[in-house]
């Protein structure tokens, strides 16, 4: 039981290259979320995902897309990175209740 | 929108000691869940303990436990007998569920990073 787990682990784009992030957890939850971690904060929501093929916005969500193709995958993609875009960024799943997020290792991408 | 505020950017206490982490939060809902999250260097996110709105009596996990005050929007963490490795960021969150199952995700603070001196 692997959990909650994020590929890649670190990743270094140029500005204006595009790249998928992978989210993939094996507790059968039904809701999945993205999350970005900078410096000094909190987490912040991008997206998040109630159930397969469906997706919604979160606090940030602009520059991001997502998809959920499939129940146990939630992909965070970048079409166009920009600097502001460097960040720790977590995938996390749950089923309600209890509501227990359970977090994956994050993945830390940098945008020169 | 809810928001959360964690009012200590950084605690210092020795190791044995017990030390309280302060929450306040903002919010109109009256169901809802908070949470207590910890990161050490790892950088990994650990669900430390659980409190949902409608439960009256403070929750508790070993040597951690909740002050819940409804009324006046708070939700501290106390620590008991605290060890070298509770030394970590810890992050307060609200989470709003929706009536039909599922939630908008968690609303975090910002964070209080807590260092237990041997």
């Known amino acids: 039981n692997a959990g909650v787990t994020q590929t890649p682990k670190f990743r270094v784009l140029k500005t204006g290259q595009s790249m998928t992030l992978l989210c993939a957890q094996d507790?059968?939850?039904?809701?999945m979320y993205w999350y970005r971690q900078d410096p000094g904060m909190g987490l912040r929501l991008i997206h998040y995902?109630?159930?397969?093929?469906?997706?919604a916005k979160g606090e940030v969500p602009d520059g991001y897309n997502v998809s959920r193709l499939k129940k146990q995958n939630f992909l965070l993609g970048l079409e166009s990175a920009a600097p502001s875009q460097t960040s720790v960024y977590f995938c996390?799943?749950?089923?309600?209740?209890?509501?227990?997020?359970?977090f994956g290792p994050g993945t830390r991408l940098t945008v020169t | 929108a809810q928001t959360v505020t964690q009012s200590q950017p950084e605690m210092s206490v020795q190791e044995a000691e017990t030390v309280t982490l302060s929450c306040t939060y903002d919010?109109?809902?009256?169901?809802?869940?908070l949470f207590w999250y910890k990161q050490p260097p790892s950088r990994q996110m650990i669900l430390v303990i659980r409190q949902e709105a409608y439960k009256q009596q403070n929750a508790t996990e070993n040597r951690f436990s909740v002050n819940f005050q409804k009324a006046a929007k708070s939700f501290s963490l106390k620590i008991s007998d605290s060890q070298l490795g509770d030394t970590a960021m810890y992050f307060c969150?609200?989470?709003?569920?929706?009536?039909?199952?599922?939630?908008?995700?968690?609303?975090f603070g910002k964070g209080t990073h807590l260092i237990i001196q041997p």
């Open positions: 919010t109109s809902e009256s169901n809802y869940y």
């Open positions: 995902s109630v159930g397969e093929g469906t997706t």
């Open positions: 507790m059968n939850h039904e809701y």
């Open positions: 969150a609200f989470m709003k569920p929706h009536s039909g199952g599922g939630a908008d995700g968690l609303t």
């Open positions: 996390a799943s749950d089923r309600a209740p209890p509501y227990e997020q359970y």
